[in-house]
């Protein structure tokens, strides 16, 4: 494994907010289009919304288990030192939720 940076690169910066730009803009989807499938005048438009929804979501779960292994392969830069420990802890808890709940 490649040595610990002090920020994240390149590649870990730009999965990360690819992903979360992607799931943001998901919410307003979702929402309309849940809304839209009960009307008649907008059910074909709903119904394309759904295809869109489900194309961005794979884009999403194969850009996460990219980002996972991408993690795996590459050690995080390490947290500051004076950061107490229960704080590390709740840190990388935190990101393994996260990972789990995008995943899946």
């Known amino acids: 494994m490649p040595c610990a940076q002090h920020r994240y ?6 999965l990360h907010w690819s992903i979360a730009v992607l799931i943001i803009a998901m919410y307003p989807l979702a929402w309309w289009m849940t809304r839209a499938i009960n009307e008649p005048e907008t059910q074909a438009n ?6 869109v929804h489900k194309s961005v ?6 850009l996460s288990v990219i980002r996972v292994v991408w993690r ?4 995080a830069p390490p947290r500051p ?16 939720l996260l990972y789990v709940l995008i995943v899946g």
Do not use: N
């Open 81 to 96: 030192q004076e950061m107490p420990r229960w704080e590390r802890w709740g840190a990388r808890l935190s990101h393994v």
């Open 9 to 14: 690169g390149l590649v870990s910066i730009a």
């Open 57 to 62: 979501g794979l884009t999403i779960l194969v």
């Open 72 to 75: 795996l392969l590459h050690r």
């Open 46 to 51: 709903a119904f394309e919304a759904y295809q």
